[in-house]
């Protein structure tokens, strides 16, 4: 079987599993390949014939078994910063619980014990900004969303991140 084939079989199989959003190494794992530069060439040329399609540098999604569109833009936010401390916070937070009226359309604002960065992917921007709070003061206001499987900062600790970074806070509810 050649390679794009197995790859698109194993996406198949996998998208039931992990939401149809993975990064370059776990592609080469699932197929049982080694992540090599012709590994990489191999990937390259899946997504010229529009076989995957990259969401985001190193992150990849089948074309024929695509994720979820209203949870993909969180799945790529785990594959960005796997192993940190990643929360939803600032204006999408508060958007979300109400606190502001502005409903931000195609981004996403993240705190991360990661690095900072913004990420344009097809489902929407993720602007990920760097936290130096100590986990012990960030972990009791957090929250899991299980419909979309991250961390949600509470109103008083999203207000709170808005302040740290210097953000407009005209937009809050009174």
Known sequence: MA????????????????????????LAYIIGEQYTPAFKKMLSDCVNEGVIRRVARGVFESTLTPAEPSTAIYKIVNKLRDGVLNY??????LSHTGDISQVLMDRLTVMTKGRSGTFETPYGVIEFTHTKKPLSTVVPDLYLDEKVKMFRASTELAV???????????????
């Open 3 to 26: 390679k794009t084939q197995k790859l698109l079989s194993a996406l198949a199989s996998a998208s039931k599993n992990a939401g149809g959003i993975h990064t370059a190494r776990e």
């Open 88 to 93: 939803i916070s600032l204006e999408s937070q």
């Open 160 to 174: 709170a991140d808005l302040k740290a970074c210097n953000r407009n806070l005209h937009m809050l509810e009174g």
